[in-house]
């Protein structure tokens, strides 16, 4: 599993990856997690796309340039320090039909 997060510039995101992949792998998941921007969104072969929550204005341009499923972040997924929100959210996201993952908000 290919899972990308995405911020505004790419530091923040960073941080939110590597604590998912951290959860993921002690929840025995392997999966791959990087970090990028909107911009990265399109060359990228992720099966999920996680956005920042400030960028959830930009949802339905995000969501017309993958064909991944893409899920907004909450507001507060910069303070889940062990991943284990996050990946419960990517979890969610890619368990729900692609109709409602694509939906999330």
Do not use: N, Y
Not at 13 to 39: H, K, M, N, P, Y
Request: aromatic residues 4%; proline residues 4%.
């Amino acid at each position: 599993m290919r899972i990308l997060v995405v911020c505004g510039a790419g530091a923040s995101s960073t941080f939110v990856a590597q604590r998912l992949r951290q959860a993921a792998t002690a929840a025995g998941r392997d999966w791959q997690t990087s970090a990028g921007t909107e911009r990265t969104i399109p060359s990228s072969f992720a099966d999920l796309v996680l956005i920042g929550p400030h960028l959830a204005d930009r949802v339905d341009a995000i969501r017309a340039s993958t064909s991944a499923r893409v899920a907004v972040l909450p507001d507060d997924v910069f303070g889940d320090r062990d991943g284990t929100r996050t990946l419960t959210i990517a979890e969610t996201a890619l368990t729900d039909s692609p109709s409602t993952a694509k939906g999330t908000s």
